[in-house]
């Protein structure tokens, strides 16, 4: 059986996982060799500041699902001018290992 690890949900998956996997590997008809798959989110943008204002967005709905707010999303302009509180700074640290930029 091949692993998938998905960085974008847990971000503390540690490359040791993928480590013990391959260690303990055996093989199968479907997989004579251990297969490991990684998926991350990645923000990428033209410049800096649309890099910085599309992480803004995403730390937003983060700490939007981190309350439980699944259904009031905001647009773009809401959250470009939206101040993260002392209580958000947390959710977001907590969160930075998801995603890279």
């Keep these: 059986m091949a692993l998938s690890i998905a ?8 490359p040791q996982v993928a480590e013990t996997y391959r260690k303990n590997f055996k093989p199968s008809a479907e997989n004579t060799e251990p297969q490991v798959i990684v998926a991350v989110q990645v ?3 033209e410049t800096e500041e649309r890099a910085n204002q599309m992480r803004k967005f995403i730390d937003f709905v983060f ?9 009031d999303l905001k ?27």
């Design 7 to 14: 960085k974008f949900i847990n971000g503390f998956v540690s």
């Design 43 to 45: 923000v990428c943008a």
């Design 63 to 71: 700490v939007q699902f981190e309350k439980g707010n699944f259904n």
């Design 75 to 101: 647009d773009g302009n809401f959250i470009k001018n939206y101040s993260f509180s002392p209580f958000d700074q947390q959710i977001i640290e907590l969160h930075k290992h998801f995603i890279f930029k």
